[in-house]
């Protein structure tokens, strides 16, 4: 591969977007293949493609990293990541995108726009980043580039712009007519080349119709190919070109190709159309970032100061490796740099052009290139990389909430701070992972973006670390409180073991505390607010039958009772304790003998009163197509959700409902299956209620 092609004009940075099984990573594996960065094809189904290196990618068949690769073609680099198509790995494509200048969408022939090619879409929408279309699979039974383009329109509400004509269909699938060119590109057998020739006579008026209707939508769309167009009639191939690559870039338009990638049928017309018509870094506007308070422009020029993001980082054999986007200025090795946003100098070891899993070393990367490092300690995904004379701050990915969790543990004692340590590499490569422990529960919690990316997490710990790792449904935080109360409980705490004894005698009052509002806790009398919920103490004992240290005594002995519940050992919150009356000892009271009294007496007060679970709830807005409320809200009624209100917005429906936190484990899976992946939600914690006896029962027991 050649390795001179430094001009920002020569680049191209584009990425492989699609649902599931559209054949993203095929289609990069022939893009290889055609370029001669490979010798031989790479096959999914065995297991020997160059971007799904990591063996749980080729056990499950699927992307689930996103990969970058370099190659050559045409005079030009080709800096191309294939992304994930699982919806659970979308924060990996949302951090592609963010360093990417174009993308190759890829849609299914007979699928046409699939859910999560829909979700890719958007992603790449708000980026900005300009996309051609490469209908795949043009040999399967069914088939059908218009109805394929049909649905790019109807769905993705944008113009699609189709160069190609298939030649033959489903099985007899053997090449396309360029209607830009007006020739045909002919595959033999073994589709490792193919013949250009005349447009085959059976195709000839089909190819002139559709080159007029192309032509027709792109002088609607671009005024300078309207004005040859109302002068002449017909737009020429060079007119004709420029205003693709205008209307590819701005978006307007958005090209259409055509190919079968499995039998390696037309991804040289699809590179082609990527050196024509995707922007180079030199194309694309100056990266904006902040310099103290104020915006600063750097363009995409090798002698202006340096500035990157890092965008990836993975624990390798050979060491820690971040993946950088540089957008400005040379980069060379032993470099010293600064991360902007700690402020820490690195220095830069080696400079590596991405091969997947292999790699080429080079002595510098310039502004437009796509490369990895190895050396730095300390620079995070989202991290700038800077001069430190100039320094800049670039926006960072954003990574999207976690939306499921699992407990996690190690399988035995001795290696729970191994644990601890993978989890944090893990967090550190993958930032759309979160791990906490739950205060209360105890509990390590590991939080991701579905089911599958957190079962692809742990088994990543499992099989790098060795280690043994226990996983189960994290603990509900229940509370107790008070439904109905006791008056007059009389505790007497008398021990006496020889020496100095016990003696302290309260009476208490318990009831539920209605106003739980901590703003009006300080007019009654040493009342009191603490825990996760509201908690209240007065005294009204008289003539100081219990001197005020031993009042407090008391209070601190009922706050201690407060932990355990008698329902289910849970903390309780919600309630008030009146201390009535007591008495003391001349020698046998104390602080502590106080304390313990008030602490067995609150445990026997809620013993005696009518106690009541809450569960902690949550307000959801789930965000969901027009054709999939009526299943949604069923489903949220079956997890005795409450459905407080609804918007109307393009296409969609927000729906907002109060769930208990309980039911909503397995949720993001049962709402992408009813709405074929393009429902979202999210969650904000809003306190607690009450839960029914059987929904605490089976909580248990599952």
Same mark, same amino acid.
């Given at each position: ?19 599931v ?31 799904d290196?990591?063996?749980?990618e080729?056990?499950?068949g699927i992307t ?18 294939d ?10 494509v949302?951090?592609s995108l ?12 007979v ?57 033959g269909q ?25 013949a ?18 192309l ?47 499995y039998?390696?049928?037309?991804i ?52 820690r ?14 470099d010293?740099?600064?991360?902007a946003?700690?402020?820490r ?8 052009h ?7 070393e ?48 190690a ?28 205060? $209360?529960?105890?509990? @390590? !919690?590991?939080? =991701?973006?579905?089911?599958?990316h957190?079962?692809? +997490? #742990? *088994?990543?710990?499992? /099989? ?7 996983v ?20 007497r ?17 318990l ?8 703003g ?15 908690? $209240?103490?007065?005294? @009204? !004992?008289a003539? =100081? ?7 407090r +005594? #008391? *209070?601190?002995?009922? /706050?201690d ?66 054709d ?26 927000a ?46 027991s599952?």
């Amino acid at each position: 591969m050649r390795t001179d092609l430094n001009t920002s004009t020569t680049v191209r940075n584009l990425g492989i977007l699609a649902h599931v099984d559209a054949g993203k990573t095929t289609v990069t594996e022939r893009i290889l293949y055609a370029t001669g960065a490979t010798h031989k094809r790479g096959e999914v189904h065995k297991g020997t493609t160059v971007t799904d290196y990591d063996p749980q990618e080729r056990d499950r068949g699927i992307t689930i990293f996103a990969a970058a690769v370099s190659c050559t073609w045409d005079d030009h680099r080709i800096n191309l990541i294939d992304t994930p198509g699982h919806v659970d790995f979308s924060d990996e494509v949302e951090r592609s995108l963010r360093v990417l200048d174009g993308a190759v969408a890829v849609f299914d022939a007979v699928a046409g726009v699939e859910p999560q090619s829909e979700s890719v879409w958007r992603q790449a929408d708000r980026h900005g980043v300009p996309r051609i279309v490469f209908v795949n699979k043009m040999d399967r039974v069914g088939a059908d580039l218009d109805q394929a383009v049909a649905s790019v329109q109807e769905r993705l509400h944008v113009v699609p712009l189709v160069v190609q004509l298939p030649i033959g269909q489903e099985d007899g699938f053997t090449g396309t007519v360029d209607l830009v060119h007006m020739r045909a590109l002919v595959w033999g057998a073994g589709a490792d080349s193919f013949a250009t020739g005349a447009v085959p006579d059976a195709l000839h008026d089909e190819a002139r119709r559709r080159r007029r209707l192309l032509e027709e939508r792109v002088a609607e769309l671009h005024p300078a190919a309207l004005e040859e167009y109302c002068a002449t009639s017909a737009l020429s191939t060079a007119t004709l070109t420029a205003a693709l690559r205008d209307l590819t870039r701005s978006g307007e338009g958005v090209v259409v190709l055509c190919g079968s990638a499995y039998r390696n049928r037309g991804i040289e017309p699809l590179l082609d159309a990527v050196v024509s018509y995707l922007p180079s870094p030199a194309d694309m506007p100056p990266v904006r970032g902040t310099s103290g308070s104020a915006l600063e422009e750097r363009a995409a020029d090798p002698s202006a100061p340096f500035v990157a993001l890092a965008f990836k980082v993975s624990a390798t054999a050979t060491g820690r490796l971040t993946c950088l986007r540089v957008y400005s200025g040379t980069m060379r090795k032993g470099d010293t740099v600064l991360d902007a946003g700690t402020g820490r100098t690195e220095r830069i070891g080696r400079i590596l052009h991405v091969q997947a899993d292999r790699h080429a070393e080079a002595d510098r990367a310039v502004a437009g290139d796509i490369v990895a490092v190895v050396g730095l300690k300390g620079t995070r995904a989202g991290s700038t990389l800077c001069a430190p004379d100039a320094p800049l701050v670039l926006e960072p990915p954003k990574a999207a909430a976690p939306v499921v969790s699992v407990a996690v543990e190690a399988g035995n004692s001795t290696e729970t701070a191994r644990l601890s340590s993978a989890l944090a590499g893990l967090v550190e490569e993958d930032p759309s992972l979160v791990v906490r422990t739950d205060p $209360e529960t105890g509990q @390590t !919690v590991l939080s =991701g973006m579905g089911e599958l990316h957190l079962e692809v +997490a #742990v *088994e990543k710990i499992r /099989r790098s670390h060795g280690l043994h790792i226990a996983v189960g449904r994290p603990r509900v935080a229940y509370r107790e409180t008070v439904a109905r109360g006791v008056s007059g409980l009389v505790y007497r705490h008398v021990k006496q073991d020889g020496g100095a004894g016990q003696f302290a005698h309260v009476v208490l009052d318990l009831e539920p505390l209605e106003d739980r509002d901590a703003g009006d806790a300080g007019d009654a009398g040493g009342g009191t607010v603490g825990g996760d919920g509201v908690f $209240e103490f007065r005294s @009204t !004992v008289a003539g =100081g039958r219990v001197p005020q240290e031993y009042v407090r +005594a #008391v *209070e601190a002995g009922c /706050r201690d009772a407060l932990a355990e519940g008698p329902l289910g050992g849970h903390p309780v919150t919600g309630l008030r304790v009146t201390l009535t009356d007591g008495a003391t000892h001349s020698k046998d009271s104390s602080e502590m003998a106080f304390r313990a009294a008030g602490r067995f007496a609150l445990r026997e007060a809620l013993r005696a009163a009518d106690m009541e679970l809450l569960e902690p709830v949550v307000e959801v807005v789930v965000s969901v197509p027009d054709d999939a409320v009526g299943g949604v809200l069923g489903d949220l009624a079956a997890r005795r959700g409450r459905v407080s209100g609804s918007a109307a917005r393009t296409g969609t429906t927000a729906l907002t409902a109060t769930v208990p936190l309980a039911e909503l484990f397995g949720y993001a899976s049962r709402l992408r299956s009813r709405t074929q992946g393009r429902g979202t939600f999210t969650t904000r914690p809003t306190g607690y209620a009450p839960v029914p006896v059987a929904a605490y029962q089976q909580a248990l027991s599952g």
